[in-house]
Nanobody, 132 residues
Framework: QGQLVQSGGGLVQPGGSLKLFCEVS????????MGWFRQDPEKEREEKNK????????????????PDLDSVKGRFTISRDNSKSLLYLQMDDLQPEDTAIYYC?????????????????WGQGAQVTVSA
């Protein structure tokens, strides 16, 4: 049975950068559209459908969507390397409001709005803390 295994995250100062990784294990990566979502650490027990979309990418990597563009514009970049079964989120110029638990997710379908309800497989989450 396939799973998504996350790595990366941690503590960074404002203005710093981090890169998150999500390995697609036991599945064909190019069978899945994928996305990154985040959740307030204080609301960790909230249901998955309340997680906030950061970015989504289609199976080929040619189509990307940033639903909350104003908050991440020019700072976050989603990408993937299907030959390595990896999904990435490069985060630059991080700010305290970016502090969250970040989750990768996958769906065998095309995504429409890049919403959490469209995804049925989830990684374990990675804490990102931006603080001086």
């Amino acid at each position: 049975q396939g799973q998504l295994v996350q790595s990366g995250g941690g503590l960074v100062q404002p203005g710093g950068s981090l890169k998150l990784f999500c390995e697609v294990s036991g599945l064909r990566a190019d069978d899945y559209a994928m996305g990154w979502f985040r959740q307030d650490p204080e609301k960790e027990r909230e249901e998955k459908n309340k997680r906030k979309a950061v970015a989504c990418i289609d199976w080929s990597g040619r189509r990307t969507t940033y639903p909350d563009l104003d908050s991440v514009k020019g700072r976050f970049t989603i990408s993937r390397d299907n030959s390595k079964s990896l999904l990435y989120l490069q985060m630059d110029d991080l700010q305290p409001e970016d502090t969250a638990i970040y989750y990768c997710a996958a769906t065998p379908r095309h995504f429409d709005e890049c919403g959490p309800r469209e995804f049925n497989r989830w990684g374990q989450g990675a804490q990102v803390t931006v603080s001086a």
